[in-house]
């Protein structure tokens, strides 16, 4: 029933930008904390942003000032703009939702592949 589905990736150089989208269905989108986490190959998959109910955000180290976390409530989507591309930032890259409480579900799109090289 909730369902999460990204686009955007593709093939990128380094040094270039890429928007990421996520759109959401089945759940009140509006109450949900959003996420974007990456998982590249051989390695675990690790969170790169957050963004509250609230707005609020959140960044890993490794993407914070180059990456920028938003939603679109009226359209129940969330974005990730993605600017000065490295090739460590390939992955793929996932969607994530769930409300902000102790022991609540979190629901996962399928994923969107982001290559970096030139």
């Known amino acids: 029933q909730v369902q999460l589905v990204e686009s955007g990736g593709g093939l990128v150089q380094p040094g270039g930008s890429l928007r990421l989208s996520c759109a959401a269905s089945?759940?009140?989108?509006?109450?949900?904390?959003m996420a974007w986490y990456r998982q590249a190959p051989g390695k675990q998959r690790e969170l790169v942003a957050v963004i509250s109910s609230g707005d609020s955000t959140n960044y890993a180290d490794a993407v914070k000032g180059r990456f920028t976390i938003s939603r679109d409530n009226a359209k129940n989507t969330v974005y990730l703009q993605m600017n000065r591309l490295k090739p460590e930032d390939t992955a793929v890259y996932y969607c994530?939702?769930?409300?902000?409480?102790?022991?609540?579900?979190?629901?996962w799109g399928q994923g969107t592949a982001v290559t970096v090289s030139s």
């Open positions: 089945g759940l009140i989108f509006s109450r949900n904390a």
């Open positions: 994530n939702a769930a409300r902000e409480r102790i022991g609540a579900r979190s629901y």
